[in-house]
């Protein structure tokens, strides 16, 4: 069996008056976790229907969720300061999911 990344898919609404200073903290978040060992990718979206609706796709090189929980815990201290601001700056909680890999196609050209 071949090893499947650690993918979370995570949403975020956040308040409008709050949208600069949230990309400014999540982007330092996000090159925080880039310098993790396990860490692989992580992509930001904005909804296009809703420019306060944003995704973040990540993807970790870790066994399952325990895995990657007790790794934050120990490891992480940079998320801290992030996740005690994140209620101001949410209009709505924010929701994740776990997601697998199931199958992908590319351009042929």
Known sequence: MVKQDL????????KPEYV???KTAVTALIEQMAKEEAFVSCTLH??????????LYERWSEA???TFMANQVTATTYRQAYEERL?????????ASVVRYVQEWRSSK
């Open 7 to 14: 993918v979370f898919y995570v949403q975020l609404h956040i």
């Open 20 to 22: 600069q200073e949230w």
């Open 46 to 55: 904005q909804d296009v229907q809703d420019e306060n609706l944003y995704t």
């Open 64 to 66: 399952s969720v325990e």
């Open 87 to 95: 209620p101001t700056w949410l209009q709505t909680p924010r929701t």
